[in-house]
């Protein structure tokens, strides 16, 4: 198998997990490919700085971040392909998937696809995506200078934005369907002593007021979780932060998922359900989601590629 659409390693996401598979399997001289998705850098390039990334005592930007490790990978020959994979066929090797349109064929496959924002499923947050609604605050804070806003969740993605929103915003409100934060206690202690951030303890938000034509949002209408009485809450700006799902969608049905639809990777390895197929990062991780972690997992996964094309090879 040797044309230039036949790739001995396919890896598809370009995040910690898929440049770090990119850089062990480059090293060990099988070209890899990379499928670097609608995202390039994944999320670490919608986040500011990384301070848990050991090796950068000073902490780095998280664009910055993934811009080395792709030079690393390139150093070492990883070449890329710029675009989405739209179709997956996995039912025989060599594993089929199109890319921009484009037929691309795998020996073995390395999933580092990553995880995606999970978004309130309210009709209003959809029309007022991007007008005052947002799953980013790295990207989209600066929209809200001077301006009143509210964070939905309580987990650490929400005392981050929280806290990074307060450059910003004059005020910050904490909205949680608890009276107890899910995040970390170093994450709550931040949030916490900000004084610009304020928590709505025991709400859920049922509709976001405002018009896309218009000046953007006005308010969220919330729910108490216990006396199901709603109320107003005046707001110019609203940061749904409430988890990740995981990307898989293209794999439904064809490799084994957890109930989340994370991908099942075998305990110790990062094989997955279909032998020459691969699985690393937060796509098959629910609990650890860290830069650092996907990176490991992505170097297990070259490494596991390698072996499985060595025994097939001999
Ligand atoms: P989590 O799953 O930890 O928290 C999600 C939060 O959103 C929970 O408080 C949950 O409420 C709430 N929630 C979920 N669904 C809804 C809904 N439909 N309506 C209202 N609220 C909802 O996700 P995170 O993204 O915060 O964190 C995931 C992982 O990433 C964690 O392991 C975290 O430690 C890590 N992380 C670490 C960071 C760091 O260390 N700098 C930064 C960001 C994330 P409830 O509590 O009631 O379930």
Redesign the pocket.
Known sequence: MSDANTHRVLILGSGPAGLTAALYAARANLSPMVVEGSQPGGQLTI?TDV??YPGFPDGILGPEMMEVFKKQATRFGTRYLYGDVTAADLSARPFRLTVDGREQRAETLIIATGAT??L??LPSEKTLMGYGVSACATCDGFFFKEKDVVV?????????EANFLTKYATRVRV????D?????K??QDRARRNPKIEFVWNV??REILGDPQNCGITGVVVEDTRTHERRTLETQGLFV????EPNTKLFAGQLEMDERGYIVTRPRTTETSLPGVFACGDVQDP????AVTAAGTGCMAAIDAERFLEAQHG
């Open positions: 986040t301070e848990n924002a999970k309130l499923g939905v969740g309580g987990g650490d993605t929400a005392m981050e909205l949680h369907r608890r107890q934060l899910r995040a970390s170093i994450m859920m938000v932060a409430i988890g990740h609990s650890y989601r860290q």
